[in-house]
C-alpha cells in the first residue's frame, strides 16, 4: 500500500541519444561527472535525494538559525535520545564530516580497523589517519545468489584472525555498517552485533555502528530474525543500536533529509574530544555545519523514519523494482537489500575481465541508452580487493514511481542484449588517493 501522495512535482527530460553520446564522452565515462539535469532518471545515490514530508518542510520554517543554544539542536538531541538512546550529539554537515570528527578522534598511525565492509568514505578517513580498514565480510557477502536473511553480518572469526595477526593493541575500533552498503545494502542481525560487541569487549576495542540505514536493518530484523517478530522496529533500533559506544551517522540517509549528519555516544570523555575537533572542522556543536533548519528537519525526519508505514513502503517500494528486473531476466544480488537493487555485472557482461571494470561499463551503457544514472561498486571504486563485480541502483525516498522503474528495467535489458559489443573500459585519468577515485576519475574505452 502507498503511504505518500505528491503535493510537489518536478519536470525531468530524456536527452536524445546523440547528445547523451556527448554527454558521456565529455564527462569522461564517469557519470558523476554528468550535470544533473543530463540525466532522466537519477540512481546515483540515495544520500540527501530524497523527498522530505510535509512535516519537514514545516520544520525549516521554525528552524532557529542562532549560532549557539540553538532550539533545532535541542530537538535533535531529544530525537536522537528518543530514537537511537544516546545522549550526547555531535552534528557535522553530512556523514563523511562525521565519519573524519570520530575517526580523526580515535584512530592513528598504524591502527587497524575491521569492518563488515568498508564504504568508499569510510575507507578513506581510516586511511587518512594512517590506519588500516580491513574487511570481514561473511562468506555468504560475496555470493549473489545466496539467500542467507543477513548477509551483511560482520564475520568474526575473520575479525579474529585480523587480532590474531597484528595483535589486539592495534585494533582500538571495531565498525559495523547497518545495512551493509558495500555487500548490497544486506541487513545485520542484532544476535551479530551482539556478538561483535562481545569480541570488542575482549580485545578492550570501542564498537563502532555506522548507522546511516539503521531504521531500515531495523525493519529486516523485524522481518527475518524470529527473536524480533514481534518487537517494534523503533524498539529494534534503539536495542541494535545500544550495543555500541558510539555511532556515526549521514542524517541522508535515514535521517531523511538532504543535508546533515552526526556523531552521538554516552561515552563523556568520547563526546568532549569529538566535540573539540567538531568546532575546528564542523562549527560550533549546536549546529555542526548545518543551518538550524537542516537540523529541524533531522530531527523530525529520525522520528519518521521508524515508523512502520514509511519503512514498508520503502522496502516493498525496492522489492517491486527487483521484481521488474528479474522479470526482465537481468542478473541481480539476491536477496534485494533495503536501499538499492545491485546488477551483478561479473554475470551481465562476462566476456569483460576485472581489469576492464565491467561494473562501469555497464553503469556507461545504462547512460547512454536509457538517460539512467546507477553507480559501480566493484574494481573501480574499490581497488586492490575481493569485491563482486556490482553496479548499485539506489532510489531516493519518496521519490519515484512504477513507471520509472519500469524505464530502467527496460534499459537494462536492452543493454544486455547487446551481449559481446558492450567495451570494458581502461583509466584515464586518476587523482592521488585511490580510495575515492571513483569521483573524479576519467576513463576511455578499450578498442
Avoid at 540553538?70 to 550526547?88: I, K
Avoid at 545466496?146 to 585494533?171: C, H, Q, T, W
Avoid at 570488542?200 to 530474525?225: G, L, P
Avoid at 513507471?403 to 587523482?431: N, R
Amino acid at each position: 500500500m502507498v503511504a505518500y501522495k505528491s503535493k510537489m512535482v518536478e519536470r525531468i527530460s530524456l536527452p536524445a541519444r546523440a547528445q547523451r553520446e556527448r554527454n558521456l564522452e565529455a564527462a569522461g565515462y564517469n557519470v558523476f561527472n554528468l550535470d544533473a539535469d543530463e540525466v532522466f532518471v537519477d540512481l546515483l545515490t540515495d544520500s540527501g535525494t530524497g523527498a522530505m514530508s510535509d512535516a519537514q518542510w514545516a520544520a525549516l520554517v521554525r528552524g532557529d538559525e542562532a549560532y549557539a543554544g540553538s532550539r533545532s539542536f535541542d530537538e535533535l538531541e531529544s530525537a536522537v535520545a528518543d530514537v537511537m538512546g544516546f545522549d550526547h550529539v555531535v552534528p557535522a554537515h553530512q556523514g563523511r564530516g562525521a565519519e573524519n570528527v570520530l575517526y580523526g578522534t580515535l584512530l592513528e598511525d598504524g591502527d587497524v580497523v575491521p569492518n563488515n565492509t568498508h564504504f568508499d568514505t569510510t575507507r578513506a578517513h581510516v586511511a587518512n589517519q594512517g590506519a588500516d580498514p580491513v574487511d570481514c565480510p561473511v562468506a555468504e557477502a560475496h555470493d549473489p545468489s545466496s539467500m542467507e536473511p543477513f548477509k551483511g553480518n560482520l564475520s568474526l572469526e575473520r575479525a579474529r584472525a585480523v587480532v590474531d595477526e597484528v595483535g589486539a593493541d592495534r585494533v582500538p575500533v571495531v565498525v559495523q555498517t547497518i545495512t551493509n552498503n558495500s555487500a548490497a545494502g544486506q541487513p545485520v542481525s542484532v544476535e551479530n552485533t551482539r556478538r561483535v560487541r562481545e569480541f570488542a569487549d575482549e580485545i578492550d576495542a570501542r564498537f563502532v555502528i555506522d548507522a546511516c540505514r539503521f531504521a531500515e536493518n531495523a525493519y529486516f530484523v523485524q522481518q527475518r530474525e524470529d527473536e524480533y517478530a514481534e518487537v517494534s522496529i523503533a524498539e529494534i533500533a534503539r536495542e541494535q543500536l545500544g550495543y555500541a559506544d558510539a555511532i556515526v551517522m549521514s542524517g541522508k540517509k535515514d535521517g531523511l533529509v538532504n543535508a546533515g549528519g552526526f556523531v552521538a555516544t554516552d561515552d563523556d570523555r568520547l563526546y568532549e574530544r569529538c566535540k573539540q575537533r567538531a568546532i575546528l572542522y564542523e562549527g560550533f556543536p549546536t549546529y555542526g555545519g548545518m543551518a538550524g533548519r537542516d537540523v529541524a528537519a533531522l530531527a523530525v525526519g529520525l522520528r519518521e523514519a521508524v515508523e512502520r508505514e514509511y519503512l514498508a513502503d520503502r522496502i516493498e517500494q525496492i522489492q517491486e523494482f527487483g521484481s521488474l528486473l528479474e522479470d526482465a531476466g537481468v542478473p541481480i544480488y539476491q536477496p534485494v537489500g533495503g536501499h538499492a537493487v545491485y546488477l551483478d555485472a561479473g554475470a551481465a557482461l562476462s566476456h569483460l575481465p576485472d581489469e576492464a571494470f565491467p561494473g562501469q561499463a555497464l553503469v556507461c551503457e545504462l547512460y547512454r541508452e536509457g538517460g539512467v544514472r546507477g553507480v559501480e561498486l566493484g574494481s573501480f571504486a574499490f581497488p586492490d580487493t575481493d569485491r563482486p563485480e556490482l553496479v548499485r541502483l539506489a532510489v531516493p525516498r519518496r521519490t519515484y514511481h512504477r513507471e520509472h522503474f519500469e524505464h530502467v528495467a527496460d534499459t537494462v535489458e536492452t543493454v544486455l542484449e547487446k551481449g559481446t559489443d558492450v567495451p570494458g573500459l581502461e583509466l584515464a585519468t586518476e587523482p592521488e588517493m585511490p580510495e575515492i577515485r571513483h569521483f573524479t576519475a576519467e576513463l576511455r574505452p578499450l578498442s
